[in-house]
């Protein structure tokens, strides 16, 4: 097989250098993601004012909602290739590469239209208050606009990463970042209104999903994408749908769970809503190393799993959970610390910062379970098993918070009790992934007792 440079094989060599430099690369990525919406909100809260800003904020669960399933596709599609690319199988590389594409340009069609159509009716049923609904509408419709370059993104750059290629992805964010700031600062200052800010966030999109098309086109391996080999094949789409379904599928059921949520936010006013609108902006910062650290366990177990290499997976998942941990502690401290003038970078107005520090204060202490439940989530499903982790994510995330947020808000409308619900969830969710970890069938147990340990090491070997 023809490598890129750029590219790993994460069957062999040092297990902590691979996944540093494969990491790495991976929380650039999300980062410069994160400075996508972000300098939207700061454009918009600093030059339109409160209002503008939390229709930006109520809009953004939406996007979240719809995209976060193809979103899990491209999981899927991502971990189909990286198994065939361990097992050394260049026709079902081939023939994944082509599928996985088809399927995002079909889906990211059919997602622009249901989006445009039903931006309004989302709104309405999340509760969004009327003086901000208007501008809300405006946002959500342009910014689906882009939604097919969203999806075929996500789904080039899932195909590069299981490659054991992350560097390209976060190059392509780059300059889409880039671009976003050029586009939110010409086109807010001269055309100032939230719509301004939705079409500067589609240029940037645009630009990187066609730059990770252009890699795959012009590289030579066999991830090399032909357009006119792009068709839906049956038998692979039937391996991605396995895999991606379920992992779709939990990218949801978090969104709707955070939808229930922010109907309760919505509830309580705009100063709140513009508090968690900040809050969930700089949770990023947490949020995205531990995303970086999955995404990575996703590839390495993928790719190691296909080689038949479950020692490697293990000692991958002890290194990025220690790590992780690490990490997200620090961070929580720093921002706790830096609070107040953190929230103060995206608004000025004094009630929206004190009802954000009443939630990071609540939720950033324990931050550090994300860890636990994301690396073994993703590393379960790099391993091929996607629905034992949708099933625990369901149960708690979705259904659990669902129900404690509607007990909580009947007794106490407060802000603390709505962030309370989060490390709750947290806590439990990492237990159950934890238990499923140790006790579950992810890493082939069942297929080495059937065959005994000689001819597995020879399988291995």
């Known amino acids: 097989m023809k490598k890129m440079k750029q590219s790993q094989d994460l069957t062999k060599g040092s297990i902590y250098r691979r996944i540093i430099l494969f990491a790495l690369p991976l929380l650039g990525s999300s980062l410069i993601q994160q400075l996508y919406n972000t300098v939207d909100l700061l454009f918009v809260g600093n030059c339109l004012g409160k209002n503008s800003y939390a229709a930006v904020g109520a809009s953004s669960l939406i996007i979240s909602c719809l995209v976060g399933f193809f979103t899990g596709m491209s999981v899927g599609s991502g971990v189909v290739i990286a198994q065939a690319i361990g097992s050394r199988d260049k026709k079902a590389v081939q023939d994944s590469v082509h599928t996985a594409m088809g399927l995002s340009f079909a889906g990211g069609i059919v997602l622009m239209a249901v989006g445009w159509l039903g931006a309004p009716h989302f709104l309405e049923w999340m509760n969004v208050e009327p003086e901000i609904l208007g501008e809300a509408v405006s946002y959500?419709?342009?910014?689906?606009?882009?939604?097919?370059?969203?999806?075929?993104?996500?789904?080039?750059?899932?195909?590069?990463?299981?490659?054991?290629?992350?560097?390209?992805?976060?190059?392509?964010?780059?300059?889409?970042?880039?671009?976003?700031?050029?586009?939110?600062?010409?086109?807010?200052?001269?055309?100032?209104?939230?719509?301004?800010?939705?079409?500067?966030?589609?240029?940037?999109?645009?630009?990187?999903?066609?730059?990770?098309?252009?890699?795959?086109?012009?590289?030579g391996g066999d991830c090399r994408l032909v357009w006119k080999k792009v068709r839906i094949q049956k038998a692979i789409l039937a391996k991605i749908i396995k895999i991606g379904v379920p992992a779709g599928t939990q990218n949801l059921v978090i969104t709707i769970s955070n939808i229930f949520a922010q109907y309760h936010i919505n509830s309580l006013g705009v100063d709140v809503i513009g508090a968690f609108t900040t809050y969930f902006r700089m949770e990023l910062l947490l949020y995205h190393p531990i995303v970086a650290l999955g995404q990575t366990m996703t590839t390495f177990a993928g790719q190691n799993m296909g080689a038949r290499r479950p020692d490697r997976v293990r000692k991958g998942v002890r290194f990025c959970m220690f790590g992780g941990i690490a990490l997200t502690v620090s961070t929580a401290a720093f921002l706790l610390f830096f609070g107040e003038p953190v929230f103060g970078l995206f608004t000025k107005d004094a009630a929206v910062v004190e009802n954000g520090l009443k939630v990071i204060w609540i939720t950033f202490p324990f931050y550090w379970l994300y860890v636990i439940l994301e690396v073994l989530a993703d590393t379960v499903r790099g391993a091929g098993k996607a629905m034992p982790p949708m099933v625990i994510i369901l149960s708690n995330i979705c259904i659990l918070r669902t129900v404690l947020l509607f007990v909580i808000m009947s007794m106490w409308q407060d802000i603390?009790?709505?962030?309370a619900a989060y490390?709750?969830?947290?806590?439990?969710?990492?237990?159950?992934?934890?238990?499923?970890?140790?006790?579950?069938?992810?890493?082939?147990?069942?297929?080495?007792?059937?065959?005994?340990?000689?001819?597995?090491?020879?399988a291995v070997t």
């Not at 490659?163 to 880039?178: E, F, K, Y």
């Open 140 to 219: 959500l419709r342009i910014y689906f606009l882009s939604l097919t370059s969203v999806i075929t993104y996500n789904m080039a750059s899932g195909i590069i990463r299981a490659m054991g290629n992350s560097q390209v992805p976060m190059l392509t964010q780059l300059a889409g970042g880039i671009a976003n700031v050029i586009a939110d600062a010409v086109m807010i200052q001269n055309f100032p209104s939230v719509e301004s800010a939705a079409w500067a966030s589609m240029i940037s999109q645009t630009l990187a999903a066609g730059m990770c098309l252009a890699y795959l086109i012009k590289q």
């Open 416 to 419: 603390r009790g709505i962030a």
């Open 423 to 458: 490390p709750i969830t947290w806590g439990i969710t990492a237990l159950c992934m934890s238990a499923y970890y140790v006790k579950g069938r992810w890493d082939g147990r069942k297929e080495r007792r059937r065959m005994g340990t000689g001819r597995y090491q020879k």
